[in-house]
């Protein structure tokens, strides 16, 4: 059985072969966004690209979610500071454009087929990963989907606790070690403690998966400006 992702990923900071493996299987993804926010694919794009993907191999950690997440993040944000330095945000040559226009045409067909594959491997790997963390909380996602908010103004005022978790590193530290701040929450929200109990469960499973590494979770639980 072929290891996971997850697992390549882990064992490619040491093997370069593994990591040769990795980059050409990847490579549609990493064409991709280079297209997207550079609006032309250039040989020095894709070398950033290439070291972002790099990077995101040296940098993963399996404890903290998957790998696929964090890849893409880190290729996303070395290319936006590259637009940036270039000022691509400004003006973008019309024969960028035409290049661009041409590569998507001809690429069209590879890279939707290789994205809806990576999309369901990443969601099951996410799926895995967020599993295993909520079993080091002592909780399951069976108990998580119980413990959920059933009424629209119980869902809300999780959210508004959610964001307020995030919002104080301190709480947000302590419901990611599985001790939900009840007492902090019936001050900031003026209730009384069984809401909270009661809700316990989906409340640290959500703060854990608006953490920045389940962006598929995530966007179920809080909307995407939240959470990015």
Not at 167 to 191: M, N, S, V, W, Y
Request: aromatic share 6%; proline share 5%.
């Amino acid at each position: 059985m072929q290891p996971s992702l997850n697992e390549r990923a882990r064992q490619a900071r040491e093997d370069p072969l593994l990591m040769n493996e990795l980059m050409r299987a990847h490579r549609p993804l990493m064409i991709a966004a280079v297209r997207f926010h550079m609006h032309s694919v250039r040989d020095e794009y894709v070398q950033i690209a290439e070291d972002a993907f790099r990077e995101a191999v040296a940098a993963y950690c399996p404890e903290r979610g998957a790998f696929l997440p964090l890849c893409r993040r880190i290729i996303s944000l070395r290319l936006i500071d590259e637009r940036r330095r270039l000022r691509l945000d400004r003006e973008i040559p019309m024969a960028d454009l035409d290049d661009a226009a041409q590569y998507a045409i001809d690429q069209a067909a590879s890279v939707s087929a290789h994205r809806a594959r990576s999309r369901e491997a990443e969601r099951r790997e996410e799926i895995q990963a967020y599993a295993r963390a909520l079993h080091g909380l002592g909780i399951t996602l069976r108990q998580v989907q119980h413990a959920c908010p059933r009424h629209q103004s119980t869902r809300s005022l999780c959210q508004q606790a959610v964001r307020l978790i995030h919002g104080d590193p301190e709480l947000a530290r302590r419901t990611l070690k599985g001790r939900l701040p009840i007492a902090a929450l019936c001050t900031a929200f003026d209730t009384g403690d069984k809401i909270w109990e009661r809700h316990r469960r989906y409340l640290i499973a959500a703060v854990l998966a608006t953490d920045g590494n389940y962006p598929h979770i995530a966007s179920y639980i809080l909307p995407k400006e939240d959470f990015t």
